[in-house]
Each structure stands twice: as C-alpha cells, then as structure tokens.
C-alpha cells in the first residue's frame, strides 16, 4: 500500500511568521486539501527547550500562538492530526535506540547544527540535547512513518541524516520496519527562505524583522514600508538591483498577476516590474506599496480566522488533546514494533519466554 503520510512541526518559541508560512506551512496547508495525505503536524516544544531549558515560561506561552497561526493558516483537525512532542512517550524512547546507531562526528558535520552552533554562539558549551537534535527529529518522523515531510532548504542535512539513521536500523537489525522520508520543498526559490524585512538572510524575533500571520493591518504597513531594498537605489532614476532585494522576493513569493491587474495595471507581471526597476525610473517606495496592498490582501483572512478560533480557546486545546491521544497510539505501535526488531521486547517475545520455562 502507497504510504501517503506526512509528519512536519514548528519549534514553540514565539508566532509564527512568513518564513514559517512559505518555507512549509503554506505546503502543509496545499497537501492537506488534496485528501490524498495523511498529516501529523507537532508542536516541538521538546526541541524548544534544547537551548531554552532555562526558560520553559517562553514555551508554555507559545505552545497555543503556534496552535492559533496552525489553524488560521488552513490546517484542520478534521484533515489533519495535531500533536504536542513531550507528550508522545515514544520520541523519548526511539532517539536512545538511534543514538547508538549515529557517531559523535557524523552529527558534528551537520551542516545545520554548525550554523546553529554558530548563531547561537555555543562553542564547546553545547547542551546535550541540542547535539542530538537530528536524531530527535528522526525519531519525530518515523514514529509515525512519515514519508513525506515538508522542509525549508536549511533543513535538507537534517533529512539526510535522518534518512541514514532509517538505513543503518533497517540494516542492522535485518528488517524494514523504518520508513526513508523525503523532502517537500517550497515552490519556488524565494521562498525556500524568506529573509527578513531587513534584508538578514534568516527572520528572527531577536532581529525584530518578522512579519507574523497575526500582525494587524497597520503593523504589516508600518513594516512593509521600512523594508531594507536596495542601498545603491538612491533616486528614483538610478538603476536598482532586485536580486537579494526582500521587496521583491516577497513579491516572488506572494504576488500574482492577477495583483498586478488589480493594484498596478502599469505592468502585467512582475517580471515587466523587475525589468523597470533594474533600468531605472521605479522608486522604492511604489513596489512597496504594491507589496502592501498584496500582503495586507493575502494575510486578511489568515487573521480572521485566528480571531475566530481564539474566541473558544477551550476548543482550540481540545483539538491539540485529542490529536496528542491519537499520536500517542500511532507511535506507541512504531515502538512496539522496533522494539521485537531488537529483540527487547522480553515479556511478549515467545521465543524469550520458551527459554524461561522450558
């Protein structure tokens, strides 16, 4: 039988915000309407505490936000399953399994825990937790074999390493009980990560230059406006750059022609807007208007129906409670199953048990 499962998630340290919605979520969104998948959607709160072990007030203040923007984005608890990771017992116990199946240095060439590292300015004083986080997010996938989990770019060496953990417990323990996932990318390059309104190469909270799917129309605005563009587009005359320019790669990623027909008919698409700009004679500040007109239309309905959902917050938690309790079942016989693989499975392993009493 064809495996149509999808497993994918949010760390819960704040809202989410653009690079969160066309790095994944908005494809999370895509493929649950199809009704061809079957998707698990968690909240990673056990990956959040890897570096925020000190500060679990910022997690339990953020596990409903990331439940809210889930359920404004599109995602359903009728099409999709929704799960809190510390309360899943089975991703404490698969990642001890895995963790002998994966070298110190293997996870230390990960190229996205170096940039981590980097970031965060870890150095030697690494948590334990963080290190292993590759081998947390295998046992996250294949819990629920997953087949298919829509990533940003950044995330490719973590589904690398995660498909060599599938390989190494399929081959050393002779079965294929483990399911090799693949990645689901964006559509388009733009939004394989969406940088920040100040041009950084990465959104952060720290760096204030996010747009959130709950911001109000008068913050995107306010935002939108003060975006970083080009430094060497001084007057509107000058010749203008638009690669790496965030105007217009949040154009690539969210603008239509139909946008164009309605908000700037001087041009039918983007591409004719680039080709202006890169000869000269576009100010700035028209593309952003443009820009805003798009996200204010775009991010509207995302806003109401997070102010719908929050009105019945009790409901909201239901939701996350009873897509826990189903997650718990579906990993539990992953665990079960593994378990016989190895053969620890003492008291429900016959063959263990005839020796006992024979």
């Excluded at 149509?4 to 895509?30: A, F």
């Excluded at 807007?273 to 309905?301: I, T, W």
């Amino acid at each position: 039988m064809e495996n149509n499962i999808i497993l994918t998630g949010d760390r819960p340290t704040g809202s989410l915000h653009l690079g969160h919605y066309v790095g994944s979520l908005r494809k999370r969104v895509e493929m649950q309407n199809t009704g061809k998948y079957q998707q698990f959607v968690m909240i990673a709160d056990l990956q959040a505490l890897t570096d925020n072990a000190d500060n679990p007030q910022k997690i339990r203040d953020n596990i409903m936000e990331v439940m809210l923007d889930y359920l404004a984005a599109g995602l359903t608890p009728d099409k999709t399953t929704f799960l809190v990771q510390s309360h899943i017992p089975a991703l404490y116990e698969l990642p001890m399994y895995y963790s002998n199946l994966v070298t110190m240095s293997r996870l230390e060439r990960n190229p996205t825990i170096k940039n981590e590292i980097k970031m965060r300015n870890f150095e030697r004083s690494i948590p334990v937790g963080f290190m292993t986080y590759p081998i947390s997010q295998a046992a996250d996938i294949t819990a629920f074999k997953a087949k298919y989990v829509p990533v940003g770019e950044d995330q490719l060496p973590m589904l690398e390493q995660a498909r060599e953990i599938v390989n190494s417990f399929n081959r050393v323990y002779n079965c294929d009980i483990l399911v090799e996932p693949e990645a689901v990318l964006p559509d388009s390059d733009s939004c394989n990560r969406l940088v920040g309104t100040d041009g950084n190469a990465k959104m952060s909270k720290s760096l204030g230059n996010c747009i959130y799917l709950k911001d109000d129309e008068k913050t995107i605005k306010t935002k939108i406006m003060s975006m970083f563009t080009d430094p060497t587009h001084i007057n509107v005359t000058d010749p203008g750059h638009t690669e790496n320019n965030p105007v217009f790669l949040y154009l690539e990623a969210f603008s239509t022609d139909e946008d164009f027909k309605k908000y700037l008919p001087d041009y039918a698409n983007l591409q004719e807007m680039k080709e202006h700009y890169e000869r000269g004679g576009l100010g700035d500040m028209k593309c952003k208007k443009l820009l805003n007109s798009v996200m204010q239309e775009y991010l509207a309905p995302i806003r109401a129906r997070r102010e719908e959902y929050a009105k019945d917050m009790g409901e909201v938690l239901n939701m996350l409670r009873k897509g826990t309790e189903k997650a718990v079942e579906v990993s539990n016989e992953t665990v079960n199953e593994v378990r016989n693989a190895i053969g620890i499975n003492y008291f429900n392993d016959k063959t263990f048990m005839d020796k006992i009493f024979k």
